[in-house]
């Protein structure tokens, strides 16, 4: 894994409330056998040093079965023992096994159609998840009418999911942050183009109705090692409200 862009992005929301929180936001590790040690540690030191108030991981944490990248893997519990980290999962970990992944990163928070109440300055933020839309093949639960029911809440939300398709859920419940993976930015250019025709969005920063949504290139590669003009990255959303002058 080649060092990644390190970017700080400020997100424009609406509620007052979200106004200053910062999200650190990794997604696509695509860790396997041929990930290096180094790189892993590499990674670890530059997320310590950031600024935030936790971190996000919006799947495809793993690309092959856990028994293999156990040492890997339990560096990665060292991230969380100052800030929280919250997940869900992506088609990798599903068809890799989330649930040895789940009993690896013991440290995390695993937020697959689940909500997690935080206090930010006084006032309480959800953290809402939901499983990758490639569960229903492995007979694992995607609870859409649930996870609507967590993003309805009256309270300010982050909606943490695998594919930028679920944007709609998002919208359709006036959520104020959307926050996904899966594309890689296309991973090799002029890729992207078929990326295009079946995700809404390909990277970056966009906004719907009342909901911003982001689109991480993510940290690693699936299939071919290899990148070009879809750098990896790791991000810092800084949640700027519209109200707040």
């Excluded at 200053?20 to 990794?26: D, F, P, R, V, Y």
């Excluded at 990665?76 to 649930?99: M, Q, R, T």
């Amino acid at each position: 894994m080649k060092l990644p862009i390190t970017l700080t992005l400020e997100v424009s929301v609406y509620h007052e409330s979200l106004n200053g929180l910062k999200i650190l936001h990794l997604s696509d590790l695509h860790i396997d056998k041929r990930f290096k040690l180094s790189s892993i540690k590499e990674l670890l030191s530059i997320c310590k040093n950031l600024d935030y108030d936790f971190i996000v991981i919006t799947g495809d944490i793993i690309d092959c079965k856990v028994k293999h990248i156990k040492n890997k893997l339990e560096l990665f519990n060292d991230l969380a023992l100052e800030k929280a980290v919250y997940y869900i999962s992506g088609n990798h970990d599903i068809f890799y096994g989330l649930k040895d992944l789940k009993k690896e990163l013991s440290n995390f928070i695993l937020l697959d159609n689940k909500m997690n109440t935080i206090n930010f300055k006084g006032k309480e933020i959800n953290i809402v998840g939901i499983s990758d839309r490639f569960a229903k093949f492995f007979n694992i639960k995607r609870d859409e009418k649930k996870v609507s029911s967590f993003l309805n809440s009256n309270k300010p939300t982050i909606f943490l999911a695998h594919q930028p398709k679920d944007y709609k859920l998002a919208v359709l419940n006036k959520t104020e942050l959307f926050v996904c993976g899966h594309t890689h930015g296309g991973q090799i250019f002029p890729f992207h183009l078929l990326v295009r025709l079946v995700q809404p969005f390909l990277n970056g920063l966009f906004y719907k109705e009342q909901t911003a949504i982001y689109v991480s290139r993510g940290l690693g590669t699936w299939g071919i090692d290899f990148r070009y003009k879809a750098n990896s990255e790791i991000t810092i959303l800084k949640l700027i409200s519209k109200t707040v002058k």
